[in-house]
């Protein structure tokens, strides 16, 4: 009788342990949210939160991405984290109390990601591309206050440089009618108050402009819209005489509307600080950065987790005419894909095929800027950029 009781304490034990050392499972966003702020509150190094190697273990699976490219992203996030937290601290974002935490999806066809929002106090932060695991979220690329523009990334891991950060040189100008000769430009940050949108501004018309399929920069007043008109094909581009803020504005559409345009007639617009560019013939996105290979950024709604309406968003690359690549799901195939992308530059096309050293994954940016400088040169004023 001894003996089975001291049996039946030894499996109690075991269990006991084994739940003791089991990593805390939780898919509670709301719970990972709190975690994060208040270790961000008490000046400690958020770094804890990124994926550890069992969830790049997860995330490997789950993509076909290397454990070796997904530690180098890592050790980027952590520095761009740290750059963050940083610039949190200098707009006094800690230390209040957190009264809900919600998430936005965003769209990724292979993990569940989202975009954290923590309500504390009179502040919003927002932890961006966090991932769920089957243990736990982790922090993502960036760390901001909402409504802020999402932090420009221009680091880069190279071995050639000991693994260290490198920066990327990119420019910044306001829009242009003027056709340019070089093409690696970053877009204007735009008036949106929600990153690429502005809800308070839906249905209201915005001075604007539009280039018509000759090339020429037309000035217009354009009714600024939600994102599924702004990004539908279908839908079209309503012309106003005045703007919502200009004097002799007045609601009354039949003293005020001009014309209906067919998106078909553009080849792109302007409104609300952004710029849109048509992708794949299906959809209307951001154009983030132009050139002769363009990045810009689909934005769509989607439900947070206490069933609130939000918006997520994907980005994407693409020539001016051709397939579109989601950069969510560039890691798959990505030396075969962007090869074929860059196929008229073959010295850049096999340095991508051959796996070369600052020519993978991580660097599909410098890949892109180096493209673009490259056609520039071979086709100087071959197409038509919308801004220096």
Same mark, same amino acid.
């Given at each position: ?5 001291f049996n039946l304490f030894l499996l109690v034990f075991n269990l006991f342990t084994i739940a003791q050392v089991k990593p805390d499972k939780t898919f509670d966003h709301e719970k990972f949210g709190k975690k994060v702020y208040g270790n961000f509150s008490a000046g ?55 009264? %809900? =935490? ?6 990724? !066809?292979?993990? @569940?990601? $989202? /975009?954290?929002? +923590? ?59 003027? %056709? =340019? ?6 877009? !204007?940050?735009? @008036?949106? $108050? /929600?990153?690429? +949108? ?191």
């Amino acid at each position: 009788m001894k003996l089975i009781y001291f049996n039946l304490f030894l499996l109690v034990f075991n269990l006991f342990t084994i739940a003791q050392v089991k990593p805390d499972k939780t898919f509670d966003h709301e719970k990972f949210g709190k975690k994060v702020y208040g270790n961000f509150s008490a000046g400690m190094d958020q770094g804890i939160f990124l994926p550890d190697d069992k969830a790049l273990e997860y995330i490997s699976a789950r993509t076909g991405r290397t454990i070796d490219e997904l530690k180098a992203e890592r050790e980027l996030n952590k520095q761009y984290l740290s750059d963050d937290k940083v610039a949190l601290q200098k707009e006094n974002a800690g230390g209040k109390m957190v009264l %809900k =935490v919600e998430v936005v999806k965003v769209d990724h !066809p292979k993990l @569940t990601m $989202g /975009n954290i929002i +923590i309500y504390a106090g009179d502040k919003k932060m927002v932890l961006g591309n966090c991932i769920q695991t089957d243990m736990t979220w982790v922090l993502g690329n960036y760390m901001m206050l909402d409504g802020s523009s999402i932090p420009v990334r221009t680091k880069q891991i190279t071995k050639e440089e000991g693994n260290t950060i490198k920066p990327v040189a990119t420019a910044t100008a306001e829009p242009s009618k003027e %056709k =340019v000769k070089y093409s690696n430009n970053t877009a !204007p940050s735009g @008036t949106s $108050g /929600n990153n690429f +949108i502005n809800e308070k501004l839906f249905d209201k018309p915005m001075r604007g402009y539009y280039m018509d399929l000759n090339g020429k920069i037309v000035d217009a007043v354009i009714k600024y819209q939600s994102p599924e008109m702004m990004n539908s094909p279908k839908s079209t581009l309503l012309i106003y005489k005045t703007a919502y803020n200009e004097p002799g504005f007045t609601e009354d559409e039949s003293n005020n509307f001009v014309a209906a345009k067919l998106k078909q007639e553009v080849l792109v617009f302007f409104v609300n600080g952004h710029v849109y560019v048509p992708v794949d013939g299906d959809k209307w996105c951001i154009l983030l950065k132009e050139g002769a290979i363009r990045q810009s950024v689909y934005i769509f709604k989607s439900q947070t987790g206490s069933g609130k309406t939000g918006f997520g968003e994907s980005q994407f690359i693409h020539k001016h005419a051709g397939k579109s690549m989601a950069v969510a799901t560039m890691g798959l195939g990505f030396k075969g894909n962007m090869a074929n992308m860059v196929e008229d530059n073959k010295e850049l096309a096999t340095k991508i095929e051959n796996k070369e050293e600052g020519y993978k994954f991580l660097q599909y940016t410098k890949i892109i800027g180096e493209y673009n400088a490259w056609f520039d040169k071979q086709y100087p004023n071959k197409l038509n950029y919308i801004y220096k």
